[in-house]
């Protein structure tokens, strides 16, 4: 079991939308995606919000307190980060900075994840998966357009009831599909990323 305490800080320049009843929520409105397991695998114990207000400057800032106890052991927790939003920092108990939160994660994964903190901690845009299609040689050529060079997160990628992991970095890299490009498609409900295909 794990216990832990995250501390998030962000700002937004951005305007809340006026509510609208009738249209159907867009994929940044849904909190980063679906409920699955990285979500159901924690028992939220207190969540606390701590925020300020600056008419003038157009301005929401604060601070998020969230303390959950994990239900099974696991290196994965996913927090809801909508996109108008910009993450300053994510603290767990013990840790006095970003680079000791790092690098807890990448002892409990075995892999090396700092591009991808810092693309999505340190940078305002969201990674973006370029793909281009060569329909009459069967491939695909794919890679990520990122502020970070040494970005590589792996992503599912195909047909939804059938994905495939891919593992994109920024340099082009290629793969085979007998699929068209209407047909294939990338699991964004359960990243948080931008597709192009070009």
């Not at 159907?24 to 924690?42: H, V």
């Not at 903190?117 to 357009?145: C, D, M, T």
């Not at 992503?155 to 294939?184: C, D, H, N, Y």
């Amino acid at each position: 079991m794990v216990f832990a305490v995250v501390h998030t800080t962000a700002q937004t320049t951005q305007q809340a939308a006026s509510p609208q009843t009738t249209k159907a929520p867009a994929r940044a409105d849904i909190l980063r995606g679906e409920y699955g397991p990285d979500r159901a695998n924690n028992d939220l114990l207190f969540y606390h919000l701590d925020v300020r207000v600056d008419p003038e400057k157009k301005l929401l800032s604060g601070k998020t307190t969230i303390r959950f106890r994990m239900l099974k052991d696991d290196t994965r927790i996913q927090i809801d980060l909508q996109r108008p939003m910009e993450v300053e920092k994510i603290l767990l108990v013990g840790a006095r900075s970003n680079e000791q939160v790092v690098a807890f994660f990448n002892r409990g994964t075995g892999t090396d994840l700092t591009a991808v903190f810092n693309q999505y901690l340190r940078h305002a845009a969201i990674p973006i998966l370029e793909l281009k299609f060569n329909e009459a040689r069967g491939e695909v050529s794919y890679r990520w357009k990122v502020d970070e060079p040494n970005f590589a997160m792996p992503i599912r990628v195909g047909e939804k009831e059938r994905w495939q992991i891919i593992r994109p970095t920024t340099a082009w890299q290629t793969m085979k599909s007998l699929l068209k490009k209407s047909e294939f498609a990338v699991a964004t409900d359960l990243y948080f990323v931008d597709v192009s295909k070009l």
